[in-house]
């Protein structure tokens, strides 16, 4: 219900063609694909201590494809260091910059620090990598 209600806050997007090479899938990332409309959010649904989230690998390195440097610092990061973007509501304007969260998974646990935004509100340009707009509940 929460997913569907944050799903009507959003718009689209549709894709337009990339340069080729431009979309880096070094860790099974996704290239949007050209003229598919994508859903954006304008929100995450809320922060509790067991909020669930899909949890994806990206490189914040330079050449990653993490897209640019980190929002938060707008530095580039060792992917030897736990680190997390999150989707743009949790994300709150930078709210959680440099903090460290706990995440939680396959009997395990890591805290990692939020440096960088998985962007909900743009996606498929230079800006993004050229992937489509992160969803909503995405880390």
Aim: glycine letters at 10%.
């Amino acid at each position: 219900m929460v997913s569907e209600q944050l799903k009507l806050l959003g718009e689209s997007v549709i894709s337009q063609k990339a340069p080729p090479g431009q979309c880096y899938q070094e860790n099974d990332s996704d290239c949007y694909v050209q003229g598919k409309l994508y859903t954006t959010y304008k929100g995450s649904p809320p922060v509790s201590g067991h909020t669930k989230a899909k949890l994806t690998i990206n490189s914040f390195e330079k050449g990653g494809d993490g897209g640019g440097p980190s929002e938060c610092d707008n530095q580039y990061h060792s992917d030897d260091t736990p680190l997390v973007a999150l989707s743009t509501g949790w994300f709150n304007n930078k709210q959680r910059c440099l903090n460290y969260i706990t995440l939680h998974g396959n009997g395990n646990s890591v805290k990692a620090k939020v440096v960088d935004e998985c962007d909900s509100t743009m996606g498929c340009d230079a800006d993004h990598d050229y992937q489509p707009p992160c969803p909503n509940k995405y880390c």
